[in-house]
């Protein structure tokens, strides 16, 4: 197998505002669904939240320059919503998007090409109190956002991402409650899931009346790689569900502009699915420039034994319309998340999307790992772990791309340490590390590891 990425194979590293920016009240931005998460006592470990978060907001030249010094080639980052249009509708925030402008403007004199995700979850407060995801009213304000964000940055920025992870948007935020806004309700999730779709459609079809006709479109997936325990049917069956409600709810609709009819009969006890209306999965299917991939980890499933609880039940799960199925430890060492290590689940989902939706450029948007790191008495935070993790991914992407996926690029999650979601602080992915304490940040042995891959375009052999 070569070692070798193909000329122009992009390598960056991702972020996300919220888990970065910090300044949560400043310049004119208002709290988003995650600020009042965050701040609700109970709702993320050791009641942690984004309000300082990196302080990346005042550390953006700083850490352009480090991306720089470590040859990123791309940096992908998202916009927040309630920053740069505070109430969720009107007109834009000058001061919110100043930030943005200077970002790019310090990521071009540096080399970087920056990639821009609209959404990655920060929605502003005052669209969840006038009902959030499950009204589809919400899905129209993301393109007249999407729309004032394309008009400010169009001219700088080529690479653009709808949405960050719907399912986690939809089932983590609406079904299982484990994310903003934290609700527990199945029929909620699955028409925030609709609306999601459709909010991606606008979204994507408002990006391309204010871009340049360079500007490439994209979504952000996170794709379940699915595995049966068993290749008894009960077993596949289990796995069949499980893609229907991670993967084809969304892939459905935006590539081959309908639902799949499985999904249909599966969640059919929840909802009868009226609120997909006329033409919708003609707007959700918009002709996308490239798949963006998300991958840490495979899904084991297998049939339960015991009798599943009617929708609505049992425990809250973010799996609504998967009653019979349960979730197993794969095999595999495992990381600070408890996620297995298993590079072979990326292999997976590339080679089945070549396959699925050929012509189509795929990019993985975020891979790594999340390890206890910690400096030692020189201040040096060696992760060897880290790089054994990235090494044995990138290798999945050079296996992928030898069987002709055609993958363009590879975003490690995180450029930084930062804060984790429901983890809060607790959980470090960063190539490079941050001290709380003083925000001082250090490369951690990873970032130089993946530095010199970044630089050379190959792989080193051991
Ligand atoms: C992704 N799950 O989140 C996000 O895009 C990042 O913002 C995040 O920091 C990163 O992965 C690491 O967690 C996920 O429970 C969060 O299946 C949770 C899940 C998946 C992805």
Redesign the pocket.
């Known amino acids: 197998m070569t070692v070798d990425f193909p000329p122009g194979f992009l390598f960056g590293a ?1 972020t ?1 505002a919220y ?1 970065v920016e910090g300044a949560a009240g400043e310049d004119g931005r208002t709290p988003s669904i995650w600020d009042t998460f965050s701040r609700t006592p109970g709702r993320v470990l050791g009641g942690d939240t984004g309000d300082t978060a990196t302080d990346h907001y005042h550390r953006r030249a700083e850490d352009v320059r480090l991306m720089a010094e470590l040859g990123l080639g791309a940096y992908r980052f998202s916009v927040s919503w309630p920053r740069v249009q505070p109430t969720g509708r009107g007109p834009a925030s000058p001061r919110g998007l100043d930030f943005y402008r200077a970002l790019v403007d310090d990521l071009l004199d540096h080399g970087v090409q920056p990639m821009l995700t609209l959404y ?2 920060d929605l502003p407060q005052e669209l969840e109190d006038a009902g959030g995801w499950p009204e589809r009213d919400t899905a129209h304000r993301f393109a007249d956002y999407a729309r004032l964000v394309g008009e400010a940055l169009g001219d700088r920025v080529e690479l653009w991402t709808t949405l ?2 719907p ?2 948007s939809a089932f ?1 935020g609406y079904a299982a409650g ?2 903003a806004p934290g609700r527990t309700d199945d029929e909620a999730a699955l028409r925030a899931a609709h609306h999601l779709n459709l909010a991606h459609g606008l979204g994507a079809r408002a990006l391309r009346a204010v871009l340049p006709s360079r500007a490439r479109l994209s979504v ?1 997936l ?1 794709p379940a790689a699915v595995r049966a325990r068993t290749p008894s049917p009960a077993d596949q069956d289990a796995a069949r569900r499980v893609d229907a409600l991670a993967t084809r709810i969304f892939t459905g609709p935006m590539l081959r502009g309908a639902y799949p009819e499985d999904l249909l009969a599966d969640t059919a006890a929840i909802t009868d699915w009226s609120f997909v209306r006329g033409d919708d999965t003609d707007v959700i299917r918009h002709p996308l420039d490239a798949l963006g991939i ?1 991958y ?1 980890s495979p899904t084991v499933v297998s049939a339960a034994t015991d009798n599943p609880p009617a929708p609505g039940q049992g425990e809250p799960s ?1 799996w609504p319309g998967a009653g019979g199925v349960a979730f197993h430890r794969p095999p595999g060492k495992l990381t600070a ?1 408890d996620w297995a290590v298993d590079p072979t689940g990326l292999y997976d989902l590339l080679t089945r999307f070549a396959r699925e939706a050929p012509g189509l450029p795929l990019i993985v948007t ?1 891979n ?1 790992a ?1 390890y206890d790191d910690k400096p030692g008495a020189d201040g040096a935070v060696d992760d060897p772990e880290r790089i054994a993790y990235l090494h044995a991914h990138l290798e999945a992407v050079l296996r992928a791309l030898g069987e002709g996926a055609d993958v363009r690029g590879y975003f490690l ?2 450029l930084l340490d ?1 804060f ?2 429901a ?1 809060g602080y607790s ?1 470090r ?1 960063g190539a490079v590390y941050v001290d709380y304490a003083n925000q001082a940040r250090t490369p951690k042995s990873s970032a130089r590891w993946y530095a010199r891959v970044a630089r050379t375009g190959r792989l080193p052999i051991d």
Request: net charge negative; proline share 3%.
């Open positions: 991702a996300a888990q990655h979850w960050n992870e399912w986690c983590l484990v994310h952000a996170n998300n840490y973010p998340m975020e790594g999340a999650w995180s930062n984790e979601w983890y959980k992915f």
